[in-house]
């Protein structure tokens, strides 16, 4: 029986997001695997992962330029020193769980498990074979700290499979197979019953904004663009979901009623029903998170981004910009005249939705395992 542990790190939900879904299909697709899914850096210590997950938290949302500062110094220089060599540190408690269990295979959606396990593997305290998982559409020196040791990268796109080659990374273990994405954003939906269940009209185009605020670069710009949305008039309707935000909720549905256009905008605190959400719309608004990207891309959906995170959610924005599928609404421009112009030409709309089918790696979880357990 092979044994596979996955770690992840709770920064943001993209890494547990991902190791999820690997979980998920190697449990559905594959017999005689032992899985564990584990949070390493709640493992490895309790105190440091509050601390650090809280500062994250913290950073992102009331300070997200000095966080992007802090992104960008971390690939060099003092402060990536001090986050490898506390993580070597770390790794000494990681050891205890993997000589345990003794996996073949250890994947990790997040650098800290891979750094940790690569560092175990360079003092010979470790066999197994290490794969990284990167969950953003730009690298980061962080993910590549002991890469000798590391024996797969699986990656988003082409363009970052040659970044990592640059930067000495040996071609044959990077794959190019995208961000692992859930089977339920691959399954065929109701449409009909899916607008009937949400009040929705099959006559409007329907626009999925992801409201919450919860990190990003502000929520008076978040309110200010779903006030254009709300007004504007090319034959729209809105399911906004605001998340953990209640008082953006609150915000949402007074505008709402202000306007008188309850009928056409469902304001929504939390929905398990992105995959069906997305199936039925036409434009996603949302943070250009590593997820969230790689889920509208493979429901075909054109983006408009809005309040990315300094750093890599920046990255990601310009990725997106650069292959013509999304449209990304900076502080200063006038978010009435672009959504006139987006809404008023159907073709671009077309052209941008072709696109993102084109970029889309759909089946990247599949391939992913399928490398990694077929061989």
């Given at each position: ?6 770690f ?21 697709h ?22 650090t ?18 992104y ?11 986050s ?7 790794s ?6 993997l ?8 994947i ?21 074979k ?16 002991f890469?000798?040791?590391v024996?797969?990268?699986?990656v ?24 692992p ?14 607008l ?30 779903f ?22 909720k ?15 905008v ?26 969230t990207?790689?889920?509208s ?5 054109p ?31 006038n ?14 709309m ?26």
């Open positions: 029986m092979r044994k596979i542990i996955i992840y790190a709770s920064y943001g939900g993209g890494h547990l997001s991902a190791a999820r879904s690997i979980k998920e299909y190697i449990e559905n594959y017999d005689d695997v032992e899985l564990k899914l584990v949070d390493c850096m709640e493992y490895v210590n309790k105190v440091v992962n509050k601390v997950t809280k500062a994250y938290t913290e950073m992102a949302k009331k300070a997200p330029r000095t966080w992007g500062r802090v960008w110094k971390s690939q060099k220089g003092p402060l990536a020193h001090i490898t060599t506390s993580n070597k540190v770390l000494l408690k990681l050891n205890k769980l000589k345990d269990f003794h996996p073949n295979i250890i990790s959606t997040h650098p800290f498990g891979t750094q940790m396990c690569a560092y175990l593997k360079k003092l010979g305290k470790l066999d197994a290490i794969a990284t998982v990167m969950t953003d559409y730009a690298p980061h020196d962080q993910w590549l700290v890469n000798k040791y024996d797969y990268y699986f988003s796109h082409e363009e970052m499979k040659k970044q990592l080659i640059n930067k000495g990374i040996s071609k044959e273990k990077v794959f190019a197979t995208g961000i994405l859930s089977n339920k954003f691959l399954l065929k939906y109701d449409k009909k019953q899916i009937q269940n949400f009040g929705l009209s099959p006559d409007r185009k329907t626009v999925l904004f992801f409201g919450g605020g919860e990190f990003g670069l502000g929520k008076t710009q978040t309110f200010k663009i006030k254009s949305f709300v007004e504007n008039n090319n034959n729209i309707q809105i399911v906004a979901i605001s998340g953990k935000n209640l008082k953006m609150e915000n949402f549905e007074n505008l709402v009623k202000e306007l008188d256009k309850e009928k056409f469902k304001v929504l605190e939390y929905t398990d029903k992105v995959p069906e959400l997305m199936s039925i719309s036409d434009l996603v608004v949302t943070k250009p998170g590593g997820l990207t790689t889920e891309l493979a429901s075909g959906l983006i408009v981004v809005i309040n990315p995170i300094p750093g890599q959610e920046e990255e990601n924005a310009t990725y997106l910009e650069k292959h013509k599928v999304a449209i990304w609404i900076k502080k200063n421009d978010v009435e005249e672009i959504l006139n112009n987006l809404f008023s030409d159907p073709s671009k077309r052209e941008m939705k072709i696109r993102a089918r084109l970029l889309a790696k759909k089946n990247s979880t599949k391939d992913i395992c399928k490398i990694l357990l077929n061989n």
